[in-house]
């Protein structure tokens, strides 16, 4: 450890008074388990299960509330490991009710259980007391569990980075429907996400339906769906020649044709609700002050500062650690 970490460490632990009672929550999905200690690292209590529910959650203040009581104690310190989603509950359900919430590296959860117990076996109520120790000891990450507006953002901009992705596979699953069907489609409109292709694959997705319709038809169409209109007619007499002369596959049956559907409705779903979420995210932005001198900056627009205000907690949390 270096000497940096060390000295932060001890801060951390002198932050911890003899007035504080140390709490390890060992975070779960159906329940938690959890442990009590004191600053000496005396063991005050345990509880192997309390249920993610109201009742279990006023039973967690409840039994804070009688240790405080019973050992004279004035502060609050819960330690608890980030596990997948199922923390946010109860560490939001503390803050309310003020009490300090800190996160725990599982790599340190594992090593002080090995240290401990000799023995990597796993015990929900020992790995609770665990925590506890671990927090006692300062060897906890200094959390900001945001709220307000920026956990909105975050919320949001999270949701948006996922449905992203799945818009990047719905694309690739219709590109690859097209290389099979009619892939001189791709010389012809550049995006999976154009609305002129929209509109003509659900008009005429195959070659051997474009070369039933007429080219008028098929320019009205495209200039229609598109910003540029005056392209249209020269991009429906390359679509009618492409139909002709097509190596797609030639035998089309109503499974083809289902397949090409669903790969659409799942491109046009997911390329709409993004330009939904882009004017949620830039609504939110403008309820954020700081925002506003973010967007001063050449360059960066409402969807630039919303990713760099999602990020502000972790931003924060790295100025702290330095200062410490």
């Given amino acids: 450890m270096s000497e940096r970490d060390y000295n932060r460490q001890v801060a951390r632990r002198q932050r911890i008074s003899k007035a504080t009672l140390v709490v390890g929550v060992d975070v779960g999905n159906a329940f938690n388990a959890v442990g009590f200690m004191n600053k000496d690292g005396n ?13 279990g959650f006023e039973q967690f203040v409840e039994m804070i509330e009688g240790l405080k009581a019973r050992h004279h104690l004035r502060d609050v310190l819960i330690g608890m490991e980030p596990t997948g989603h199922y923390w946010r509950k109860l560490a939001y359900f503390a803050k309310e009710h003020g009490y300090e919430v800190r996160f725990v590296r599982t790599t340190a959860l594992k090593h002080h259980r090995e240290i401990d117990e000799s023995s990597s076996a796993k015990s929900d109520q020992r790995d609770a007391l665990t925590l506890a120790n671990i927090t006692r000891e300062g060897k906890y990450i200094d959390t900001v569990i945001e709220d307000g507006v920026l956990r909105q953002l975050r919320a949001l901009s999270k949701a948006r980075e996922r449905l992203l992705r799945y818009s990047v596979s719905a694309k690739n699953s ?16 550049w995006s999976m996400g154009s609305r002129s292709l929209w509109v003509i694959l659900d008009q005429c997705p195959f070659p051997e339906d474009i070369v039933l319709m007429k080219v008028s038809t098929l320019g009205e169409w495209i200039a229609r769906s598109s910003r540029k209109r005056a392209g249209s007619a020269q991009k429906a007499n390359a679509l009618y020649e492409a139909g002709q ?8 049956g109503s499974a083809d044709r289902y397949r090409l559907r669903m790969c659409l409705e799942e491109v046009k779903r997911t390329v709409l609700t993004l330009k939904d979420m882009d004017r949620q995210l830039k609504l939110m932005v403008k309820d954020i002050p700081s925002a506003s001198y973010l967007m001063s900056i050449p360059g960066i627009g409402p969807l630039s500062a919303a990713v760099f205000l999602e990020n502000w907690v972790i931003l924060h949390i790295f100025i702290m650690l330095v200062r410490l």
């Fill in 245 to 252: 002369k097509s190596i797609g596959v030639k035998q089309i």
């Fill in 174 to 189: 219709l590109h690859a429907a097209l290389d099979d069907y009619f892939p001189e489609l791709h010389e012809i409109f």
């Fill in 43 to 55: 063991v005050l209590g345990s509880c192997a299960r309390l249920y993610n529910s109201r009742e």
